[in-house]
C-alpha cells in the first residue's frame, strides 16, 4: 500500500497528464509555445541549407569570374538564369550596363552611379531573401519566457484557488498547479533558447556573406569604372 500511495503522486504529475489537467488558458499558452518551438527548427534548418547553398554559389561564381573569362561571355551565360548571390548583383550591373550604352549613354558619371544603384538593389534584395524569417527567431527568443511566465501566473492562480477550495496547504493539493506553472515555464525557455541561439549565429553568417557581396560589389564597379573611362577615351 505505502509503494502504491509514493508512485501515485508520480503519475499524477506526469507531463501528459499534468498537460491535460491543466486549464484551457495554461493549454493554449503551452500549445502556442510548442508551435512556436517547432516552426523554430524549421526556420533553423531552413536556413542553415539556405546560407551553405549561398556560400557555395559565391565560391562558384568568384571561381569563375577570375578565371579569366570575359564579361559579355559570363553575362550571356547567367541573363537567362536564375541568379542568386553575386550572380545577381554581377547581371544587375551588366544589364544596366548594356542598356545604357544602346541608348547612347553620354555621361559616365551618370552610368556609373546607375550601375553602383543597380548594384546596391541587387544587394539589398539578396539580404532581404537571406535574413527572412530571422525576425521571427528574435521575437520567440525575446516574447518566449515571457508567455511562459504567463502560464506560470496562471497555474500559480490556479493552486492558490486549488488551497482556498480544499482548505489544505497539502502537497498533494499544492503540487499540480505549480507543476503546471513551471512546465509552462519550461516550454517557453525550450523555445525560447534555441531561437537566441539560432538569431545570433544565423544573423553572423548572414553578415558575413554580405560583405563578401558588398566586396564583390565594389571591386566589380572600379573595373567598370575603368572601362567607362577607355570607352570614353576611345571616342575622344
Do not use: C
Not at 499534468?18 to 526556420?43: N, P, R
Not at 547553398?53 to 537567362?80: H, K, P
Not at 508567455?147 to 490556479?158: K, P, Q, S
Not at 539560432?198 to 553572423?204: C, D, F, G, H, R
Amino acid at each position: 500500500m505505502e509503494s502504491t500511495a509514493l508512485a501515485e503522486p508520480g503519475v499524477q504529475l506526469s507531463i501528459w497528464h499534468l498537460f491535460w489537467q491543466a486549464g484551457w488558458v495554461v493549454k493554449l499558452v503551452m500549445i502556442g509555445l510548442l508551435f512556436a518551438s517547432v516552426w523554430t527548427w524549421a526556420i533553423i534548418v531552413d536556413k542553415v541549407v539556405a546560407y551553405q547553398r549561398m556560400r557555395s554559389s559565391l565560391n562558384r561564381f568568384e571561381q569563375v569570374f577570375w578565371s579569366g573569362q570575359s564579361l559579355e561571355e559570363l553575362y550571356r551565360g547567367l541573363s537567362d538564369r536564375a541568379t542568386t548571390g553575386m550572380s545577381s548583383i554581377f547581371v544587375a550591373a551588366m544589364r544596366e550596363w548594356k542598356k545604357s550604352f544602346e541608348k547612347g549613354a553620354k555621361s559616365p558619371l551618370g552610368l556609373q552611379t546607375r550601375i553602383d544603384k543597380a548594384m546596391d538593389l541587387a544587394l539589398t534584395r539578396e539580404m532581404e531573401r537571406l535574413e527572412g524569417r530571422l525576425g521571427f527567431l528574435a521575437t520567440i527568443g525575446s516574447a518566449g519566457p515571457f508567455i511562459g511566465l504567463f502560464g506560470t501566473v496562471v497555474g500559480i492562480m490556479t493552486s492558490f484557488q486549488a488551497i482556498a477550495g480544499s482548505k489544505s496547504t497539502s502537497l498533494a493539493v499544492v503540487a499540480p498547479g505549480i507543476a503546471e506553472a513551471l512546465l509552462a515555464t519550461a516550454i517557453g525557455l525550450l523555445a525560447a533558447i534555441p531561437a537566441v541561439i539560432a538569431y545570433n549565429k544565423l544573423s553572423s553568417d548572414a553578415g558575413k556573406i554580405a560583405v563578401r557581396m558588398e566586396g564583390f560589389a565594389d571591386e566589380f564597379s572600379a573595373i567598370l569604372s575603368r572601362q567607362i573611362d577607355e570607352k570614353v577615351a576611345q571616342k575622344g
